[in-house]
């Protein structure tokens, strides 16, 4: 199985859902993740 995100854009999702745990606190529930990396469509620079 192909990984759907590198290592790289990995990392930044952690460093992003810190930022959001941080200031939402309690009230977060979930952070979903879609798009183009799901079916394997992710190019280099494309927005995460």
Same mark, same amino acid.
């Given at each position: 199985m !192909? $990984? @759907?995100?590198? =290592? $790289? =854009? &990995?990392?930044?999702? &952690? $460093?992003?859902?810190?930022? =959001? $745990? !941080?200031?939402?606190?309690?009230?977060?529930? @979930?952070?979903?993740?879609? %798009?183009? @990396?799901?079916?394997g %469509?992710?190019?280099?620079? &494309?927005? =995460?």
């Open positions: !192909r $990984e @759907a995100v590198t =290592i $790289e =854009i &990995s990392n930044q999702l &952690s $460093e992003v859902l810190s930022v =959001i $745990e !941080r200031h939402l606190e309690s009230t977060l529930l @979930a952070v979903h993740l879609y %798009g183009s @990396a799901v079916d %469509g992710l190019k280099p620079y &494309s927005d =995460i």
